[in-house]
């Protein structure tokens, strides 16, 4: 982790910010594992978000069809719930989540905060955060095109923002058609178009390939202007590692669907959400018997060893107290 922070808590976000937005909310997380077959091996796994120094969760409840054990994966720390029968009884399974959250900003540059001293990433960090993914290649078309964005620039700072203006002018949010949503790197390069996975495995990619570290990050959206509703699938995020500042945020996709915000989401993310986990190709614990996953944000189920994709998914959200406060140190 980032060594010597000239921060006090985990918690005093307040100090990072002379202004700080906060969503207090409780979120629900459930699901139906569908038609499963009697008698089968089955096996459940799914994430569970997790206090940061941008959010505080509490699990106000946890309940389901089967016994949750909770687990946390080895490579990224990701936290998660896993269940199991060995002979299912019933056609449809179900699981629930409550939580309680506390959702600060993420807000890093151009605002008074400590200075971190000697900040660095450990050997693990750097291995993981700028060497590929199987989606997410760091050589080839997406390093040429960042070689070629990044011509002319020093610093970690001007890099990063060259690449994310690139993939802001370049990129449309489009979920028309195939290919999108997979954080196909090749495919967003030639597309051109998808949803924020792609934005982000895109930055992600050049980033890396210019040896900045650079990490994936994903999550749920909050609608800005409810006090409660469904939401219907996932948000993703990037944050990329400068010496200076420490991991620093950007969210293109949201830049783009807001133009006016372009400025504020490099090196910002709003308080618009909640976020479950880090990481690619990930491999769960206890280790699951298909391939690395892509992502983890949905419910992963394995019926006789197999992937079973017949899962009903219901979130949403409600707030729990005034929608947006303004902290002052």
């Keep these: 982790m980032l060594r010597k922070f000239a921060l006090a808590a985990i918690f005093g976000l307040s100090t990072l910010a002379s202004a700080q937005s906060i969503r207090h909310f409780t979120f629900h997380y459930a699901f139906t594992i569908k038609d499963v077959p009697t008698g089968e091996h089955v096996r459940v796994w799914f994430p569970q978000a997790h206090s940061d120094p941008y959010q505080e969760i509490r699990v106000v409840s946890a309940k389901g069809d089967l016994d949750l054990k909770k687990t946390r994966e080895s490579r990224f720390g990701n936290e998660m719930y896993y269940a199991e029968t060995s002979k299912a009884k019933a056609s449809d399974l179900h699981f629930e989540l409550v939580y309680d959250v506390v959702r600060h900003e993420h807000l890093t540059l151009g605002i008074s905060r400590p200075r971190l001293q000697d900040v660095s990433l450990s050997g693990k960090e750097s ?4 060497g590929p993914d199987k989606l997410v290649p760091i050589s080839g078309l997406p390093a040429e095109l960042a070689a070629k964005i990044t011509a002319g620039k020093s610093s970690t700072l001007d890099k990063a923002r060259a690449l994310y203006d690139y993939v802001f002018d370049n990129m449309k949010y489009d979920k028309s058609g195939t290919g999108w949503g997979r954080g196909d790197v090749l495919y967003a390069c030639d597309a051109k178009k998808g949803n924020c996975t792609d934005f982000h495995s895109l930055f992600i990619s050049m980033a890396r390939s210019e040896k900045i570290p650079a990490r994936f990050e994903i999550g749920f959206p909050l609608p800005a ?11 993703c995020w990037a944050e990329f590692f400068d010496p200076q500042h420490g991991w620093i945020p950007v969210d293109i996709s949201e830049a783009w669907k807001n133009p006016v915000k372009k400025d504020y989401f490099f090196g910002a993310h709003d308080a618009d959400r909640i976020q479950f986990t880090v990481g690619r190709d990930l491999k769960l614990s206890p280790a ?12 992963y189920v394995e019926v006789g060893g197999k992937p079973y994709p017949n899962v009903s998914n219901a979130f949403s959200f409600a707030e729990s107290s005034e929608r947006v406060a303004n902290v002052t140190p």
């Excluded at 409660?228 to 948000?235: K, L």
């Excluded at 699951?288 to 419910?299: A, E, M, S, W």
Aim: hydrophobic share 35%; no cysteine.
């Design 127 to 130: 291995k993981e955060f700028l």
């Design 225 to 235: 202007n409810k006090a409660s509703s469904d939401i219907a699938g996932y948000h």
């Design 288 to 299: 699951q018997q298909g391939d690395l996953l892509n992502y983890f944000i949905y419910p």
